[in-house]
């Protein structure tokens, strides 16, 4: 029998003792091989996260929670600037001229820059740009985007103090702020000069001024293709959005509580009386010194910059214009805004066939209250279907599901199994809203039906120029109508993906509208259209006016022009066809009201009618000319121009180094962060790679613990 025998000196251990041992040595090492594991795991998810942008279209170590700290290559963290920002709004009947002053505070010990991006309307004209430094006050100017950058580097490299604001989008700029001292601030103030929405119910006239506040997290479609820029967005740009890097700002997690205030003022001169004015979203404190004057204000003094603020004013019985008409006298042209409603048109003809399609956004940015109001707002409209009406559902989110394989009659059975389908729908995903698009807009023509697609979402996507080809493209005889869902909807893309949709843009912005805001949108969708619209200008005038191709109209909707004209003097002739009819009416130009700032919002117009001219494939050199010539001539801001404002003084002593970079945004109220982020907190710590670093660290110990056991344990002696 052949047995194992132990060197001299070596005592036998307990088996229960060298059990336990073992045991735990198993523990130990399986533990140390897991944590890598998962360690692993996350980092390769982050990668994958990478490649997924729009599902999760913010994760970077930049963004998330504690945003507030920028951290340096170095791995130290530096103090970003605090911001507050202070609106005035002064209103006159249809027009408003805007201030938006912001404040860039330092509160640490370094110098800092602070870039900052934030909405606007979206069809504001930005004119002005004066940065505030103590009691000096410098005026920016208007230069080529390029130029005015190279400015601004340079001011920036050598110490001096300067603002820039460039247009990321029609309705989003960016604001960065150079050389802010230690312990103090600088104010950055821009103008801007827009229309207000105005609609007609009945003989009540109804204006909405709205503000937005918060630039929503935006769905990143494509594969990473270069480096973001320092200091700009946390997602890199990809082959099918070049700008990423400069449309995704970090976002605050709500639970580190809001810091970017907002003060509004809104100075309203209505013209005439008013008979209710209010405000769905915030509690204000209003002043009402004269019949048609209000003075709005937030009742709080402030708020968080997390939802659009709006206000809505209906003018007293009797006093809703039909026709407004502005002039702006010119050296050369006289510049005019015309706002015309043309009467209700009746239809006494058997209505068309109508072929209705739904389109849900269910992605995770309509986690929360959005998803609920989309889901009321679609249970609604499936229940105004006629009998006669056929029908289908399609939802999207990273991919798209239609209900049925195509439309069906709207009998009580199909339109239950419909409602039943829309209450079950959950927000998840990104927002792939090309496919759903495809699906919904089958680019045919058939004479004998009215196809009208209706595209409820919150808009949260940054390649709106491919959706907006995709829409002209396969439009066909269909028309696209687009419902804006949430506290902070990308109106850009929803006004002008309805504009090429030949449809209209409504919002709903809290679930107690759904059903005034859809019955609305329905009785437009049921009412005769007025068509072919045509201006006939006085002989001579010359007239350039936008939109060129006029939009169909809706029950309610004014017509809208924008225009410059040799002389505003002589007849203005307005035709169009109803369904059974032509209508035409005549405006004297002579009779026209002062206005101001209207060569601004003439030449901003006529500047996006040509860079929709890249769509139809205008070459970039021809529009960018033409922009950069109507853009330097009226000092707008666009994609080719942009405002910079430059201290002459140098600030910073050459010693000390410059720290900083984007400051976060809110999360738009009703969204949910792990929705739209995920559960993982994506703090400035770097957690996946301290993960990866601490679980490598404690493998590797286990390893060498064991080789030095092998290496100082005696060697076994032969079997005997």
């Given at each position: 029998m052949n047995t194992r025998t132990a060197?001299?000196?070596?005592?036998?251990?307990?088996?229960?003792?060298?059990?336990?041992?073992?045991?735990?040595?198993?523990?130990?090492?399986?533990?140390?091989?897991?944590l890598a594991l998962a360690a692993l795991v996350l980092?390769?998810?982050?990668?994958?996260?990478?490649?997924?942008?729009?599902?999760?279209?913010?994760?970077?170590?930049?963004?998330?929670?504690?945003?507030?700290?920028?951290?340096?290559?170095?791995?130290?963290?530096?103090?970003?600037?605090?911001?507050?920002?202070?609106v005035t709004i002064r209103v006159s009947g249809p027009l408003a001229r805007a201030r938006v002053v912001q404040t860039f505070r330092n509160p640490g010990s370094a110098w800092l820059e602070g870039i900052y991006v934030f909405p606007l309307p979206d069809d504001a004209a930005v004119d002005r740009l004066r940065m505030q430094i103590g009691d000096r006050l410098i005026e920016g100017e208007v230069r080529e985007r390029e130029d005015a950058r190279a400015s601004f580097e340079q001011a920036r490299a050598s110490g001096r103090r300067a603002a820039l604001v460039?247009?990321?989008?029609?309705?989003?700029?960016?604001?960065?702020v150079a050389n802010i001292a230690p312990g103090a601030e600088i104010r950055v103030e821009i103008e801007y000069q827009q229309t207000l929405a105005y609609e007609l119910a009945g003989d009540a006239g109804r204006y909405r001024l709205r503000f937005p506040m918060v630039v929503g997290p935006r769905y990143i479609p494509g594969a990473p293709g270069g480096e973001r820029g320092a200091g700009h967005g946390s997602v890199p740009p990809t082959d099918q959005v070049t700008d990423a890097h400069r449309i995704t700002p970090p976002v605050r997690h709500p639970a580190d509580g809001a810091r970017n205030p907002v003060r509004l003022r809104i100075e309203l001169d209505a013209g005439v009386p008013l008979a209710a004015l209010d405000s769905p979203y915030h509690a204000v404190r209003i002043e009402a010194p004269h019949a048609h004057r209000r003075i709005v204000e937030l009742a709080a003094g402030s708020t968080p910059a997390n939802r659009d603020f709006e206000l809505n004013w209906t003018l007293a019985a009797g006093h809703a214009p039909r026709v407004a008409l502005f002039v702006e006298p010119g050296e050369q042209l006289d510049h005019a805004l015309l706002m015309l409603m043309p009467p209700r048109l009746m239809n006494t003809q058997q209505p068309l066939p109508r072929e209705v399609v739904f389109v849900i956004d269910t992605s995770g940015s309509m986690e929360g209250s959005s998803i609920v109001q989309a889901r009321q707002a679609l249970a609604l409209a499936l229940r105004r279907l006629a009998p006669g009406d056929r029908f289908n559902v399609i939802e999207f989110n990273s991919v798209t599901q239609a209900l049925f394989p195509d439309a069906r009659p709207a009998s009580p059975d199909n339109v239950d199994a419909a409602t039943r389908w829309v209450r079950s729908l959950q927000a998840r995903g990104g927002t792939e809203m090309a496919p759903a698009l495809a699906a919904a807009l089958d680019g045919g023509e058939d004479p004998a039906r009215v196809r009208q697609v209706i595209f409820l979402t919150d808009g949260a996507v940054g390649n709106e120029e491919a959706l907006f080809r995709l829409i002209e493209q396969r439009l066909g005889d269909s028309r696209l109508f687009t419902v804006g869902i949430g506290s902070a909807p990308n109106s850009h893309f929803m006004r002008k993906a309805a504009a090429a949709g030949r449809g209209s843009f409504t919002y709903i912005g809290k679930l107690e509208e759904v059903g005034e805001r859809m019955s609305a949108l329905f009785a437009r969708l049921e009412s005769p259209v007025l068509k072919g619209i045509e201006l006939a200008w006085p002989d001579g005038a010359e007239a350039d006016f936008w939109p060129r191709r006029l939009p169909d109209l809706y029950a309610g909707e004014p017509l809208v022009v924008a225009v410059a004209l040799r002389k505003a003097t002589g007849t203005l002739g307005v035709s169009g066809w109803g369904s059974e009819a032509r209508?035409?009416?005549?405006?004297?130009?002579?009779?026209?009201?002062?206005?101001?700032?209207?060569?601004g919002l003439w030449a901003r117009r006529k500047i996006d009618a040509l860079?929709?001219?890249?769509?139809?494939?205008?070459?970039?050199?021809?529009?960018?000319?033409?922009?950069?010539?109507?853009?330097?001539?009226?000092?707008?801001?666009?994609?080719?121009?942009s405002l910079v404002a430059v201290d002459r003084t140098p600030a910073r002593p050459s010693g000390e180094g410059l720290q900083g970079g984007a400051l976060p945004t809110e999360l738009p109220e009703g969204w949910h962060y792990e929705a739209v982020f995920g559960k993982l907190p994506q703090g400035a710590t770097g957690l996946r790679w301290n993960l990866l670093a601490g679980s490598l660290a404690l493998l590797a110990c286990v390893l060498l613990w064991?080789?030095?056991r092998r290496r100082s344990a005696p060697h076994p002696l032969p079997f005997a």
């Open positions: 060197p001299p000196g070596v005592r036998h251990r307990p088996h229960a003792l060298e059990l336990a041992a073992l045991i735990v040595r198993i523990l130990a090492g399986g533990l140390a091989v897991a980092l390769l998810a982050s990668g994958a996260h990478a490649a997924e942008l729009q599902a999760t279209p913010l994760r970077a170590a930049e963004a998330g929670q504690g945003t507030l700290l920028l951290r340096d290559a170095d791995g130290a963290t530096r103090a970003l600037p605090t911001l507050a920002t202070e460039e247009q990321e989008r029609p309705n989003l700029v960016t604001t960065s209508w035409r009416t005549e405006l004297s130009l002579d009779k026209a009201a002062p206005g101001s700032g209207l060569g860079m929709d001219g890249l769509r139809a494939g205008v070459a970039e050199d021809t529009v960018r000319a033409a922009v950069l010539e109507l853009a330097l001539q009226h000092r707008l801001v666009s994609r080719y121009t064991r080789l030095q």
